[in-house]
DNA sequence: AAACATCATGGAATCGTTTCCATGGGAGCG
DNA sequence: CGCTCCCATGGAAACGATTCCATGATGTTT
């Protein structure tokens, strides 16, 4: 019972005094009499064999997993994707190798190296950077869908991503529709994908025929302490914005505490709304308005794309997942500036 | 260059003019001379050639990677465990294959099977139930650690588990000291590894000579609206609670949203604390004090104890790791019973 | 200068599967 | 009764690496 090295194909041949041959087709469903069938298994059983994943992934030249890269998995929006990604997998049997890059380019290049030596049958990834071989691991040994973001270099890559830019519309649109006119937006460094949500920022203002003020709007690196910086600065040097607009669920956690340690009332000083709408959000108080995008959808749409649909990636450009806003009490209505 | 198959061993070997063994040592370290190891190298580039870990794989019988079992990646603490496990696991080069067993301990017994087919050179889990077979597991092809939790049923596998036990006993002791006397304690089932909490607590409070009141401990499954049920159904039932200790974060969110709903203030109406610092007890107005354990850690030491320390390993018991208390705004002093 | 140790190198076996192909027997049909 | 067809089965060749062992060419020692 407790042999040495686990038992083979061939052991288990051997007792049941079939070839090997055989076995496999019980194994993989090949078409097998219901005695030998039969016969098989209880020798397997037996000899406690379990079919090794690394020969036939040899044989059959894939190894039945997929990577997935993030660049956090603590990170509650992408913990999230991940557990959509691993639903989706589950389900269509294969496993997923998770790490994270920690939005380290090189990184995540070395995770990209690892996977396709693995070679995985697919790699879902939140991009970091373009200095990874995308197009070559999507050639060599798998194919592989961005989520959540995009690189701009990489058009041709499929994607399925949140419709950040209608989320920040609706959040400005009732920001605005509130009657506020100086609104702050914390959002993230220029050069990154964070320039969509901006973008939805200034083009809805500009539509509503609010002017924008380039002092209101300003950016941090995704890290609490750059955006507790950013939310601090914002809030100093302007005490007349009326309400700030989030971009992140770190940057709203800024904004909250921000306002807590200058003793301004939510939302009767200063109202805040974010994109995310994390647990915290409901827990806040009062409780955040936010934008809701789904992790786990776009994790199991990217993930569906991946394995299920290889015919349509990539065509029609990337996949849009509708976002949703979530009223709560953190936004009032527009009264007298404070000072 | 864009070849229908990715080259093997053979290719480089052909196209650098020497043996594939030569080309083997260049890829995993053998003496080559430099002259050799250049033109195997080149060769490589130019065939854009990637060792296959399958292959390796077979030949080694291991695949290079370990499995990781947790209930659920989105809960924030499970989550900086496996950020801790991935940390660790890419130190020592190895990948790590994530999985979600929701707590079922069916679906853990699959993935277990998943895991040993696919020759994982260990597993780290948080574990569900005793279906899978933890022990087939930790013989056949792999050894297993558990992390946060045990099985009462298998105290041969070591584990690496956070101090629960010190966490509430200075929880509990905080309270008292306050001159709290009619706590809440809000814990798991009985059944599961919950159990050491309540322990912990009725253990605490006999020492301090405090009576324990059965009707103040009551249990809710982990999930969201048990756990919310479970805190309704005490602050209801007992309007005299002064303090809440929660034995976990969801029960302590739930404790905050009943206070809240039933216009309890924090802390002047009823203190609340609870175990596990995660990111919105910061948040929270005010506040909550808490009990960090690190996820992070204890999923770094359970990898460093199942790829480094193989010898140590289930020797002097499982490694406790500390617990600290982090004391902020949500507990006062004992105040004049509400009504 | 002969014997010997050292070192780079290649050949070949091996790891555990899948799958093509050949074989043999039984059933169905004329 | 003989022929064909089908189905269950086994043998053997991959799949892509590692590694033992043998070989020849060096360099070292007496």
Redesign the interface.
């Known amino acids: 019972m407790?042999q040495r090295?686990?038992a083979t194909i061939k052991d288990v041949a051997a007792a049941a005094g079939v070839g090997i041959a055989t076995v496999s087709r019980v194994f993989s469903g090949g078409s097998v009499s219901a005695a030998t069938r039969e016969r098989v298994l209880a020798a397997a059983r037996e000899l406690?064999y379990?079919?090794?994943?690394?020969?036939r992934?040899?044989k059959l030249?894939r190894?039945g997993?997929i990577g997935l890269i993030v660049p956090?998995?603590?990170d509650?929006f992408r913990?999230?994707l991940?557990?959509g990604v691993?639903a989706c997998a589950?389900s269509l049997g294969e496993?997923?190798?998770?790490?994270?890059a920690h939005g380290d380019p090189a990184r995540e290049a070395e995770i990209v190296?690892?996977?396709?030596?693995?070679?995985v049958d697919g790699i879902i990834a939140v991009p970091a950077g373009e200095l990874a071989d995308w197009r070559?691991a999507a050639?060599?040994?798998s194919s592989v869908v961005f989520a959540d973001r995009v690189l701009p270099g990489l058009p041709e890559i499929p994607a399925v991503l949140p419709d950040d830019a209608g989320g920040v519309r609706s959040l400005t649109e009732y920001l605005a529709g509130l009657g506020h006119r100086r609104i702050g937006f914390l959002g993230g460094v220029p050069g990154t994908p964070a320039g969509v949500r901006e973008r939805a920022f200034r083009d809805t203002l500009a539509q509503l025929g609010v002017p924008v003020e380039e002092d209101l709007v300003v950016a941090a690196r995704p890290a609490r302490d750059a955006a507790y910086a950013a939310a601090a600065g914002l809030l100093q040097r302007r005490a007349d914005v009326t309400a700030i607009l989030a971009a992140g669920h770190l940057l709203g956690?800024a904004a909250?505490?921000v306002a807590?340690e200058l003793d301004l009332r939510i939302p009767a000083d200063v109202s805040v709304a974010m994109m995310d709408d994390v647990?915290?959000a409901?827990?806040?108080?009062p409780p955040l308005t936010a934008v809701a995008r789904s992790g786990h959808d776009i994790g199991y749409r990217a993930c569906e794309l991946l394995l299920r649909e290889p015919a349509r990636r990539g065509r029609g450009g990337p996949v849009l997942l509708p976002t949703e806003l979530v009223v709560r009490g953190s936004c009032g209505p527009l009264r007298p500036p404070r000072r």
């Open positions: 407790a090295r686990s406690d379990r079919p090794s994943a690394l020969g992934g040899l030249r190894s997993g956090d998995v603590t509650p913990a999230e991940v557990a691993l589950r496993h997923v190798i998770v790490d994270a190296e690892r996977l396709v030596e693995q070679r070559g050639r060599v040994c956690e909250v505490l807590r647990a915290w409901e827990l806040c108080d």
